[in-house]
């Protein structure tokens, strides 16, 4: 079949992840790539010969194109959106997708409209454990789920060279950036929409991000499920501590570290039992099958990760800002109804 044609907007610290992915797959040809920064034209132009380089969109829409991948950060893609939209051109765009939920959801309106395919890049989905968890949650053997705990405490130094600039300074850093990751994987593994939160989001004294770098909240989800979450990329020590437990009306399924160790056990089990998972390298293998899935849409497959999926999650982000806001809880049908266009 013909290769799945590709523009990449945005070379920063993300896109080198998703070149390397993107170039070994043979059924994804690169056609051009874009960066407002000189420097990294000169890059791309280097490792990329006879493909065309430019600084914006806007400019290569003349070259044959099925797709652009948006590694660019969530602020300020009305133009990028806009553009697809208006050349055909489906968009598969890191997470999240913009940085307002009214942004987001006039996003999915607009390219719904258009009729082009509109893809979150939520690889966190497509970790060998996420599909494992699910599956464990799915079999029975632990009974239904009920509640859970969901731990992420990292000291994460945004001011490395090989990470993106821009948390440092957005409002709700941690929510907009790590978070959402986490609140889509609730969604997908358990498969439930969130009814409500209790939140508080803030920033201990030591954080370099100008916004509240830890969030703690407590979701309930349609269908009784409770879970207790606790993020952080401000923790105490430098270190990332990862636990996901959920408890069942039979057992308990337990994830230890952010990209393995599952295990699971039924209530007078006397150990947990480790569940198996395949081979995975972090950040390549996820990016791999999610790319793999982006393009079997071109193929007839269904979409998955879409971007009216995706303001699902958006949605319990924007509801742990006003629940810390009020002290109070919010409903996520008060955000949901709050995102749809104004006749």
């Not at 000169?42 to 003349?62: M, N």
């Not at 089990?269 to 079997?296: G, R």
């Not at 007839?300 to 006003?322: F, K, N, V, W």
Request: aromatic share 8%; glycine share 8%; net charge negative.
């Amino acid at each position: 079949m013909t290769p799945l044609r590709l523009i990449v907007v945005g070379l920063g610290a993300r896109a080198r992840t998703w070149l390397s992915v993107v170039r070994a797959n043979p059924d994804v040809q690169i056609v051009a790539l874009c960066d407002p920064d000189a420097r990294a034209r000169d890059r791309a132009a280097h490792d990329f010969p006879g493909v065309a380089v430019a600084a914006d969109l806007s400019e290569v829409t003349g070259v044959a194109a099925d797709a652009a991948l948006l590694c660019t950060p969530p602020g300020g893609r009305d133009a990028l959106i806009e553009t697809c939209c208006a050349h055909g051109i489906a968009i598969l765009a890191e997470k999240p997708l913009a940085d307002s939920v009214a942004s987001a959801s006039k996003f999915v309106d607009m390219a719904e409209s258009a009729g082009v395919p509109l893809i979150v890049g939520l690889n966190f989905r497509y970790l060998g454990v996420t599909q494992a968890l699910r599956k464990a949650l799915d079999g029975g053997d632990y009974g239904s789920p009920e509640f859970g705990r969901f731990l992420y405490e990292r000291w994460r130094d945004g001011r490395q060279p090989r990470l993106n600039k821009y948390p440092l300074t957005m409002p709700h850093p941690m929510l907009w950036e790590q978070s959402i990751h986490h609140f889509d994987i609730m969604r997908y593994v358990y498969r439930a929409e969130p009814a409500y939160v209790q939140a508080q989001t803030f920033n201990p004294s030591w954080s370099m991000y100008e916004g509240d770098a830890n969030v703690s909240a407590l979701f309930g989800f349609h269908g009784g499920i409770r879970v207790n979450y606790q993020g952080t990329w401000a923790a105490g020590i430098d270190r990332l501590d990862f636990d996901w437990r959920t408890d069942c009306t039979g057992g308990i399924v337990v994830q230890r570290e952010m990209f393995g160790n599952l295990a699971a056990g039924r209530r007078h089990d006397a150990e947990l039992t480790p569940i198996p998972l395949p081979e995975h390298e972090p950040w390549i293998s996820d990016a791999t099958d999610l790319l793999a899935m982006f393009v079997a849409i071109f193929r007839g497959a269904a979409p998955e990760c879409t971007g009216r999926d995706h303001l699902q999650s958006l949605y319990m982000l924007e509801a742990c800002i006003r629940a810390s806001a009020r002290r109070a809880t919010v409903e996520i049908e008060e955000v949901r109804a709050d995102a749809m266009p104004k006749a």
